[in-house]
């Protein structure tokens, strides 16, 4: 199982971003897939996930900002990132968690066992 995460670098403050996760050796219609991020010496945060079925969920400080979306035909899982602001900073991942999660479950980095490499996201002020 591979997730490579892709699509961050440089932006103004104010401006967007979208990072991509391309999957191989899992379906992402098979799996709940995940974002989180990190910044320096803070710890992973959940910012979105997208269930099996389809529904989204959202941690409330990003919501209206950021959206998750996923195309079937490219087995990959995107972020849309808007109004980007300084504290967006982080590296961004993706994982997948098995199984059918409820979906407070899908907040919590331990129900994810496939996880990509990270992309690094500066937002400038």
């Known amino acids: 199982v591979q997730l490579q995460a892709s699509g961050g670098g440089l932006v103004q403050a104010g401006g967007s971003l979208r990072l991509s996760c391309a999957a191989s050796?899992?379906?992402?219609?098979?799996?709940?897939m995940g974002w989180f991020r990190q910044a320096p010496g803070k710890e992973r945060e959940f910012i979105s996930a997208i269930r099996r079925g389809g529904t989204t969920t959202y941690a409330n400080s990003l919501k209206g900002r950021f959206t998750i979306s996923r195309d079937h035909a490219k087995n990959a899982v995107y972020l849309q990132m808007n109004k980007m602001k300084f504290e967006d900073t982080a590296v961004y991942y993706c994982a997948a968690a098995p199984g059918s999660l409820i979906m407070s479950a899908l907040w919590s980095a331990r129900y994810y066992n496939s996880w990509g490499q990270g992309t690094l996201v500066t937002v400038s002020s």
């Open positions: 050796g899992l379906t992402i219609g098979d799996y709940a």
